[in-house]
């Protein structure tokens, strides 16, 4: 008894193939999300060493399928800088947009948060900065980006509230968030002072220079702290950015 082929008929019944069921396709930006943070759990636990087989066992997968995603690892470390730079641009917004910030309550939001950010996430700070600076695209800026312009928005508010000039803005800004950088990366291996010291003494070094330029005609905080050269609201600030940082 011979078997009978499959008809190869308009509408014919082909018999199933063997394998995975059929369902839906996962969306690729869904898969890329996971993989980030599959990455993000690799480095905290590994360390900033973390290679590209560590995050690719950590999310399940293959390298050649994490390499889909990314291309290489600098493409890892740019997406992950985008991303941890969205962190620390929305836990300066959340603060700046509750009122009116003078531009030294905007300088204080500023480093309390990119403090509080590597306080929290050492590892990745590490593997972002060690990285994306020896990485060829050279991503390690785009962590700082888009708060910088942000910043920049706000100080040229203040500056032309103050009547002054506000085209330093935005170059003022980006060396703000490079001092900040710098000063706590040297406050995270040190430690040799608390974190809330730390932001009084960066935010009295910026104030000086940027009141000397005017801003402080645009209505420095008043009370104790700004007449000692201190930040308004150190408390406020760490309150409420542990707050958006843990949302």
Not at 43 to 56: K, Q
Not at 221 to 235: D, F, H, K, L
């Amino acid at each position: 008894m011979t078997s009978r082929k499959p008809s190869s008929r308009p509408g014919a019944l082909r018999p199933a193939r063997p394998g995975r069921p059929r369902g839906p396709r996962r969306d690729r930006d869904e898969r890329r999300v996971e993989l980030l943070d599959a990455a993000e759990r690799a480095i905290r636990r590994i360390g900033p060493h973390a290679s590209m087989d560590h995050i690719a066992a950590e999310a399940g997968i293959t390298k050649p399928i994490l390499y889909s995603h990314f291309g290489d690892k600098a493409g890892l470390v740019t997406a992950l800088a985008e991303r941890v730079g969205g962190r620390l641009n929305e836990a300066v917004l959340a603060e700046l947009s509750t009122t009116r910030r003078s531009g030294r309550e905007v300088v204080a939001a500023t480093i309390y948060a990119f403090c509080t950010f590597i306080e929290t996430e050492t590892e990745l700070y590490r593997f972002l900065i060690q990285t994306a600076m020896s990485a060829p695209k050279r991503s390690g800026p785009r962590v700082a980006s888009d708060i910088s312009t942000e910043i920049a928005v706000s100080l040229g508010s203040s500056l032309r509230r103050a009547g002054a000039d506000s085209g330093a803005a935005e170059p003022w800004a980006f060396a703000i968030v490079g001092m900040t950088f710098a000063g706590a990366g040297w406050w995270l291996e040190r430690r040799s002072m608390s974190k809330d010291d730390l932001v009084e003494y960066l935010t009295q070094l910026l104030w000086s220079g940027l009141s000397g330029a005017g801003l402080a005609a645009g209505g420095a905080p008043s009370g104790n702290g700004a007449a000692e050269g201190r930040p308004a609201s150190v408390t406020h600030l760490r309150d409420r950015l542990g707050d958006a940082s843990g949302s």
